[in-house]
């Protein structure tokens, strides 16, 4: 028996933002076609106008783009399923909600505004979830033939079956059942002869041929109503996959509001495509083995959909920091100080090898956005405390510092202008401390805060000099030296 190709396709609704969740089911759409050399689809479903955002279509193309969620078939590049974007399909789907009618699985209900508003307040009043009454259920032929020939508007709405239960296997979640008692029939088509969202969205899937429906758990619940239109058509059901809620903590999902929601904020606040990517991977899926960096080929050949847990994942902050910071690590300098280089020009005016200064960040940089407050001391030395030359681990303390920045100073003016550089300082440095007989950090903490004011900087002390070059190297340690006379 041969298999059938797998189908899968990301069917975003255009209204704002590539939410941390959007992006994640698309990711695991794609790998979930491309690990089984199956066809990627994207369909925007934008039929509900009032959620239409402008500019949103754009966000979605630019963020698959980016991340390399590369479509198959899709709006711009056509294939053999179109059109891709839903409102351009709206004269298909009558045909379907009539055949469904003559079929006697659907009806064409004219309960018109009025009574549907007394329906629901009786309802409400006697204490019942808001549902359809099945008015139109049982109408007629003659008493709809002549409310057709009348030109009363009306809707078409699914027959559900009253009794029994619908269940399905989902993927992640397992076994999922309701009672039919509790479906509404609900609306197929609207009187203006479009489709309901849900009627819709089974039927391009249906008609897309896709073979593995993979989405937010918040159509879980919708699912069997999906499940019987499939039947009632006679079409095969896909396979679902229901991927669990982004969470902000146990509690609460992770909002649009708090900012650090979308792709676009996440890229905005200095992280990685590649990162966010691998991040997302990890959110409610775990690989096999131990390993969890991930390149995108990587993730097609480890991704198996029954990794895919149930529970919310959370979004991590400080994870997605140490994968971000992996990925710099993993860059060349070039590319490192390419990524880095707006971050350290917003700070940094002073003339000096950027590509040096670069490879002192990348060893200690998880966000680029981190950037600047390593690196602020570069322009000017900002004002310190003298504390700062107290130091347990190195043994430190101002009178310490009172005594070695002399010999610092004294050292690093016998450098000649042209030899100054790294390797030069810490030869003759170390030189020095050698014939001092003192310990390392005896030397080099003072040096480092005298030239950075900070205790934290990215490299040492040597590195600093080397990066601020002679003259406001030693400027700055006679000042160091001033400040602690005073
Ligand atoms: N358009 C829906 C959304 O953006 C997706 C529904 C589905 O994937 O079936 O939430």
Redesign the pocket.
Known sequence: MSEKKVRTRF???PTGYMHVG?LR?ALYAYLCAKSQDGVFVLRI?DTDQERYVEGAVDIIYNTLRETGLVWDEGPDIGGGYGPYIQSQRMGLFKQYAEQLVREGKAYYCFCDKDRLEEMRLVQKASGQAPHYDGHCRSLSAEEIKAKLDAGTPYVIRQKMPREGVTSFEDLVYGHIEVENATLDDQILLKTDGMPTYNFA?VVDDHLMGITH?I??SE?LSSTPKYNLLYEAFGWELPVYIHCPPVMKDAQNKLSKRNGDASYQDLVAKGYLTEAVLNYILLLGWSPKGEEEIFSLPEMIKAFDPAGISKSPAIFDPEKLRYINGAYLRAMTPEGFLEKALPYIDSVVNRDCDKLFLARLLQKRTEVLSDIPEQIDFIDALPDYELELYTSKKMKTTPDTAREALPHIVQCLEDIAPEDWNEEVIHARLFAKIESLGVKNGWLLWPLRVALSGKQFTPGGGVELAALLGREESLARLKKGMEKLQG
Do not use: M
């Open positions: 069917a975003p609704s959007n089911t479903e969205n429906v989405r937010g159509y």
